[in-house]
């Protein structure tokens, strides 16, 4: 084990259960808080709710290869390790655990869990197939692994938040799913640790995503027709420049096209040159 500023790291699952075994013997609720590193202030607020709930907080950083699709950046994702602990340490974090590729997938590792549900909705995973299969596999690991009393995750990735939370209530595990509201720039454009790919000219452009779903909320709210909403939001859009890969109103607790009474969610993924930005908005 090493430390770094006041904050454990930790990097075999051995080594996490037995510092873990000690806070639950203690009576410390523990609170799990996962990522995949380069931290932006969006992880640093789900680092800040899960204080609020609980009096030790693990961070995981695990930048997962089984979510990424062939030709995705995994090997170019940003891995700041000793700034990302640093602002872990700042933020008033107890232990990093940040395991080795071969920790997590030992040689003969087989085995993955099946998604259904919100993870078939026909938005990520209309471009991403495996996507949330590996998600899902990670998490229930890193669940498995730390057996934390809550998890936190970002609204950002709203698709993803809804697997985990039917993961954990089909496979009946006692953690708690608590979400946390995308944290945006001034601009409005949502957080991520890719905005960096951005260029500037297209860093000025990318709030028009946030923007676009917002004019659709706010058209939806005074009673324009849905479809009128979507056409609206998608032409802005366009005519902006980005590729949409979907602009969608789905029921905001299964996905589910919208053929039912229920609170409705906007998602939305598009391309802006070589970045693929996504948000989500409530309306």
């Known amino acids: 084990m ?7 790291i930790v990097r075999t699952v051995a080594l996490l259960r037995g ?22 202030a969006g992880h640093l607020s789900l680092v800040e709710e899960a204080k609020k709930r609980a009096r030790r907080i693990v961070l995981s950083i695990f930048v997962n290869p089984t979510q990424f699709a062939p030709g995705e950046d995994f090997g170019s994702y940003p891995r700041p390790f000793a700034r990302d602990v640093q602002s872990f340490a700042a933020a008033g974090g107890d232990l990093v655990f940040a395991p080795e590729t071969k920790e ?3 040689a003969g590792f087989a085995t993955t869990i099946l998604v259904g549900g919100p993870a ?10 495996d996507h949330f299969a590996g998600v899902a596999t990670i998490v229930a690991k890193l669940f498995n692994q730390c057996r934390p009393d809550l998890a936190v995750f970002g609204e950002k ?8 939370t039917q993961m954990v209530r089909d496979l009946d595990l006692d953690i708690a799913i608590v979400p946390v509201p995308t944290v945006r720039a001034e601009d409005g454009l949502a957080l991520s640790s890719r905005n960096e790919y951005l260029s500037a000219e297209e860093r000025a ?27 609206q939001a998608h032409d802005m859009l366009t005519n902006a420049g980005f590729v949409l890969d979907y602009f969608e109103a789905r029921h905001a607790e299964t996905l589910a096209p919208l053929d039912q009474e229920g609170p409705i969610r906007l998602l939305a993924a598009a391309r802006l040159g070589n970045t693929r930005l996504i948000d989500n908005i409530g309306v």
């Open 205 to 231: 452009r990318a709030p028009l995503l946030h923007a676009a779903l917002a004019l659709c909320r706010d058209a939806l709210r005074q009673g324009m027709p849905l479809k009128d909403a979507l056409v």
């Open 157 to 164: 990735d709203y698709q993803q938040l809804k697997v985990i």
């Open 120 to 129: 078939k909705a026909g938005l990520e995973d209309k471009f991403r197939p």
């Open 19 to 40: 510092m873990l075994e000690q806070w639950r013997a203690a009576g410390e609720p523990i609170a799990l808080v996962p990522t995949m590193g380069a931290l932006h």
């Open 104 to 106: 997590v997938y030992p």
């Open 2 to 8: 090493q430390s770094a500023q006041g904050v454990a």
